[in-house]
């Protein structure tokens, strides 16, 4: 199995990112998926995650401003973050869960003018 991230980089405060997630070796459409973040210093915590059936939940910190969604065709993950903010600044890291859990390496976000 293997998660690979994208899309993460450096954007101003108010700025838009898109990550993705593409997933291999896996019966993707049938994993729960999942969007985390660690800050230098903090735990890793869940920002989004959207379930086989496409139900989702947020952080209170990102609700109305990200939007995870899947593409079970392209075995792929998003994440739309828009009206970044500094305290957005994390590794972001893609997860699947069902009976095992899987981790990506990891996508550096900063969030920056």
């Known amino acids: 199995v293997q998660l690979v991230e994208s899309g993460g980089g450096l954007v101003q405060p108010g700025g838009s990112l898109r990550l993705s997630c593409a997933a291999s070796?896996?019966?993707?459409?049938?994993?729960?998926m999942g969007w985390y973040r660690q800050a230098p210093g903090k735990q890793r915590g869940l920002v989004a995650g959207?379930?086989?059936?496409?139900?989702?939940n947020y952080a209170d910190s990102v609700k109305g401003r990200f939007t995870i969604s899947r593409d079970n065709a392209k075995n792929t993950v998003y994440l739309q973050m828009n009206s970044l903010k500094p305290e957005d600044t994390a590794v972001y890291y893609c997860n699947a869960e069902r009976r095992t859990e899987y981790w990506g390496q990891g996508t550096q976000v900063t969030v920056s003018s």
């Open positions: 070796g896996m019966p993707f459409s049938i994993y729960t």
């Open positions: 959207i379930s086989s059936s496409g139900s989702n």
